[in-house]
Each structure stands twice: as structure tokens, then as C-alpha cells.
């Protein structure tokens, strides 16, 4: 068996809706007309009960398919937008992903290239024989309106599997440089990004800075710069990539798609989720540079092996699971850019004790039911007394995870009384395969899609928000597979 040291699986998550630039541009163009230019294409933006923490969830999902869960000895999320300042956020994936409690958890933050810096301990760490680290960046910007920033970002998450074995891409080494170049800032505590003059940013940054440590990465590792069958740049800047190549001597075929055009630049997730679009095309031998940026440089070089995976979503499948979307003044109110009146029921206390979030943990965070070990009867939640009509054994029901299972309507209902973010409110009672039933909001969905008999797929959402408090309440919610 190889022990080579590289990635063992990938994954990414992509939110399904597109916001359509030209609709931004329509509402802001009599304050920011100069805004004009990047009012092409599309980017994606999470659905409000989506955050940092559930893409990431997403995407390790995505990553862990056809991977036995219990090799995980690692998990870290990297992100300059973590949910949580004083929680671990990584630790909530782990939950989600009902992994074995000895698993070790990190958060990586403070730069644009946190996902790439996290990267390389996770791969220095695998050099040196340990257990595989699920390795996860996601980012969900907050931009002020009738901003540069607000046309270009957009939300995404990905997540690699380091490791030693059979790898899909061989780690060949890493460079970095560290320094305090502040093209952009945000302060503890603040919501938007300040951001320096764009030329300025690009000439003696983005430019300057990585072409140096491209041409030294490549030389410490003895890679050719014409050898690079794949480079990753992940500015979505027009001409910055082609331009840095150039520099480099990477031949421009070799420049790998930004996804400005369809996803925007997902920040710290970027990185990340252009390495899997790039290992979803690869070949066996081809050689792929990774560029992180932020205060200072990352490189990393990887050369593909050929090595073929179980189907999954990744990039690609995101993608193509696009909704386009121009209801602007929806996603701002989404974002909390826009104070709409909610009404009295939306004054509900949404207060989540710890105590009880401790003990059913299993079951909210990682939707795992029961299984009753004489009847093989089904259910969720969990109980000391079976639900099966014809025997309430006692004490006879084991952990079964319920979130990888597919399910389908029974019943269902579209509220428009009660309060939700993004009204009708759809939820229904669901069945899963193999058995189980249980009550589930449906999310990511339009009233066509809503019937009696669709088959749906368990996702990890908000829940709500805890305003008085600033906690987020999780759960799973149902999606109609498409």
C-alpha cells in the first residue's frame, strides 16, 4: 500500500442560489455608477439559515463520502467570519459529523490565506504519521451596499482530507512568506471590511508579492515553472492571475478558471474550493500550484495521481445545482443590511440552555435517532422505550445516524402566518429510508418542488437566532434532491 502524503478525498459546497449582479447594479447605479463594470454575471450567497459553520458542515460531508468517518483524527475550519469568538466553531462541525469525540478540533483565522496556512500544519503534521485532518475553510462576508466588495464575494466552502495512504494528489512541499502587507482590514468586533486603493493592492501586492514567492517556492522545490499543469490564483480581479503566471513563467493554459464570473471570491474558502475544481479535471502527473494571499504568500505544490474517487457534489455539482436569484433587497434584509418589520411573531424568545443542548447533542447536532435492537424499529429522537406499537422493549435502542439517509414527504404544509426570514414557512412530516419519521422544516425550495412523495436530503442548518444572547441554534433541515 502507498504511503504517500497528500489528499486522500475533497469535497466543496456552493450555496444553490446566484444573485445577479446586474440586479445589484440596477438599485445602486444612480449612487455608485462606477460599479458598472462588475455588474456582470452572477455570485453565490447563502440562504439565510446558512453560515460559516453549515457550508462547512456541507462540504466535509461531501469530502467524507466513501470515507470511514473513525480514520478523522483531526478537523479544522479556517475562516475570517466564524459564527462564534468564544466557541469552538470547528468543534460544531464535528458534532454535526457525529465523529468519535477524541477527535482534536482547531479554528484558523486572522487572513485572507488562513485556509492554506491550516492547510500546510494539517500536511506537515501527516508527514509526520498522523491520523488523517479533515481540513475545511469557509467564508460568508458581510459588504456594505453599493460597494466593490459587495459585487465580487460571494460565499463557498471547501474541505480536503490530508493524509498518508492512496492518495488523490501527492503533497511535493510548501513556501511561505509572512508579511504585513494590509491591503484590507476589519477590526474585532466590526462588521465590514476597509479596503485600500485597488491599484495599489494589486501592483505591490497581490503582484509583487506572489510572483516572488511563486519563483521561490518552485525553485526550493525543483519544479519547473513550465511543468505546472494547474495554478491557482485565488484573485478574482480580471488579468491579475493571467499576469502573475506570466511573471512566473507558467504557461497561461495553465491558469486555472477564478470562478469570478459564477462564484465570486469566497476568501478564505477560495483557495480551497479552486484546488478541488482543479483535482476534479486532473490527471495522473499533473502538477498543481496553490497560491494563498494575506499578509504574505502561501504556495503549495501537489501532483495528481490518477487516483479516482466515489461520485460527489463537489465544484462541479455545485454548480450545476444553480438557482439564479435577483431579489436584492431579499438577500440584504438576509444579511441584516436591510430592517424590515418582522411583526410580533418574530418577538418569540429563541433561549437554547446549555444543559439540555449537552445532552442531546447526538440528536440535534448530528441527527442521530434510535434503532431498537430486537424489532429493528426506527426512530427519532431516541428513547429508553421503543415507539413500535406491537413492542415497547425497553433499554434496547443503539445510535443511528439518520443525516446520511434520503427521506420523502408525508404530509406537509406552507405557513405564511407564522414568522420566517423567507416566508412561506414549508414543513411536513417525513419519512426516511429504512425507517424513521420525524417533523422537519423544508429549506431551499419553491412551492413546485413541495409535494407529497419528493425525495429529500438532510442538511445542517440555523435553526434561529438567539438575539438576546448572540447564540445560534442548529438543527437539520430537508432539501428536495434534484
Do not use: C
Given at each position: 500500500?502507498?504511503?504517500?502524503?497528500?489528499?486522500?478525498?475533497?469535497?466543496?459546497?456552493?450555496?444553490?442560489?446566484?444573485?445577479?449582479?446586474?440586479?445589484?447594479?440596477?438599485?445602486?447605479?444612480?449612487?455608485?455608477?462606477?460599479?458598472?463594470?462588475?455588474?456582470?454575471?452572477?455570485?453565490?450567497?447563502?440562504?439565510?439559515?446558512?453560515?460559516?459553520?453549515?457550508?462547512?458542515?456541507?462540504?466535509?460531508?461531501?469530502?467524507?463520502?466513501?470515507?470511514?468517518?473513525?480514520?478523522?483524527?483531526?478537523?479544522?475550519?479556517?475562516?475570517?467570519?466564524?459564527?462564534?469568538?468564544?466557541?469552538?466553531?470547528?468543534?460544531?462541525?464535528?458534532?454535526?459529523?457525529?465523529?468519535?469525540?477524541?477527535?482534536?478540533?482547531?479554528?484558523?483565522?486572522?487572513?485572507?490565506?488562513?485556509?492554506?496556512?491550516?492547510l500546510i500544519q494539517a500536511l506537515a503534521a501527516a508527514k509526520g504519521g498522523a491520523a488523517p485532518t479533515l481540513a475545511i475553510a469557509s467564508e460568508l462576508r458581510l459588504s456594505k451596499p453599493a460597494s466593490e466588495a459587495e459585487m465580487v464575494q460571494g460565499d463557498a466552502a471547501a474541505a480536503l482530507l490530508v493524509g498518508q495512504g492512496e492518495v488523490v494528489a501527492r503533497f511535493l512541499g510548501s513556501h511561505s512568506t509572512s508579511i504585513d502587507f494590509v491591503d484590507h482590514f476589519r477590526a474585532t468586533g466590526e462588521d465590514f471590511d476597509y479596503t485600500w486603493e485597488s491599484r495599489w493592492i494589486r501592483d505591490e501586492g497581490y503582484t509583487a508579492l506572489t510572483v516572488a514567492a511563486v519563483k521561490e517556492g518552485l525553485a526550493k522545490l525543483g519544479v519547473a515553472p513550465g511543468d505546472v499543469a494547474r495554478f491557482i490564483m485565488p484573485i478574482t480581479l480580471k488579468g491579475v492571475a493571467d499576469g502573475i503566471a506570466k511573471k512566473a513563467g507558467i504557461k497561461p493554459e495553465a491558469v486555472a478558471d477564478t470562478l469570478g464570473a459564477t462564484v465570486g471570491d469566497s476568501g478564505v474558502a477560495h483557495p480551497l474550493l479552486l484546488l478541488v475544481a482543479a483535482l476534479?479535471?486532473?490527471?495522473?502527473?499533473?502538477?498543481?500550484?496553490?497560491?494563498?494571499?494575506?499578509?504574505?504568500?502561501?504556495?503549495?505544490?501537489?501532483?495528481?495521481?490518477?487516483?479516482?474517487?466515489?461520485?460527489?457534489?463537489?465544484?462541479?455539482?455545485?454548480?450545476?445545482?444553480?438557482?439564479a436569484d435577483e431579489n436584492y433587497a431579499r438577500w440584504l434584509f438576509h444579511r441584516g443590511n436591510l430592517a424590515l418589520d418582522r411583526g410580533m411573531r418574530a418577538e418569540i424568545d429563541e433561549k437554547q440552555p446549555g444543559t439540555t443542548l449537552y445532552r442531546n447533542r447526538k440528536a440535534v447536532l448530528g441527527l442521530v435517532g434510535g434503532r431498537c435492537t430486537k424489532t429493528g424499529t426506527v426512530q427519532f429522537p431516541k428513547s429508553d422505550i421503543s415507539v413500535n406499537p406491537n413492542d415497547h422493549a425497553a433499554h434496547t435502542q443503539e445510535d443511528y445516524p439518520l443525516a446520511e439517509k434520503r427521506a420523502r414527504i408525508v404530509t406537509y404544509t406552507a405557513d405564511s402566518l407564522t414568522y420566517s426570514p423567507a416566508p412561506p414557512s414549508y414543513y411536513g412530516l417525513i419519512d426516511f429510508e429504512g425507517g424513521g419519521r420525524m417533523m422537519a422544516e423544508i429549506t431551499d425550495c419553491d412551492a413546485s418542488e413541495v409535494e407529497v412523495g419528493r425525495e429529500l436530503t438532510m442538511m445542517f442548518r440555523i435553526k434561529a437566532f438567539d438575539e438576546r444572547r448572540d447564540f445560534i441554534k442548529y438543527f437539520w433541515k430537508a432539501v428536495p434532491v434534484r
Open positions: 500500500m502507498s504511503t504517500d502524503t497528500g489528499i486522500l478525498s475533497f469535497g466543496a459546497y456552493i450555496p444553490r442560489k446566484r444573485l445577479q449582479r446586474a440586479a445589484i447594479h440596477a438599485t445602486n447605479k444612480w449612487f455608485a455608477g462606477g460599479l458598472g463594470g462588475l455588474a456582470k454575471g452572477e455570485k453565490a450567497i447563502a440562504n439565510w439559515d446558512e453560515d460559516t459553520i453549515t457550508m462547512a458542515v456541507e462540504a466535509a460531508r461531501d469530502a467524507l463520502e466513501g470515507v470511514d468517518r473513525a480514520t478523522v483524527g483531526t478537523v479544522t475550519l479556517a475562516s475570517t467570519t466564524h459564527p462564534f469568538a468564544d466557541r469552538s466553531n470547528a468543534g460544531v462541525v464535528k458534532e454535526a459529523l457525529t465523529l468519535a469525540d477524541a477527535t482534536a478540533v482547531g479554528d484558523h483565522n486572522g487572513s485572507m490565506r488562513a485556509g492554506t496556512s491550516a476534479e479535471t486532473a490527471a495522473e502527473g499533473d502538477r498543481i500550484v496553490v497560491t494563498g494571499f494575506g499578509q504574505g504568500v502561501d504556495v503549495l505544490v501537489f501532483e495528481a495521481t490518477g487516483k479516482a474517487l466515489s461520485p460527489r457534489r463537489g465544484v462541479a455539482g455545485s454548480l450545476a445545482r444553480r438557482a
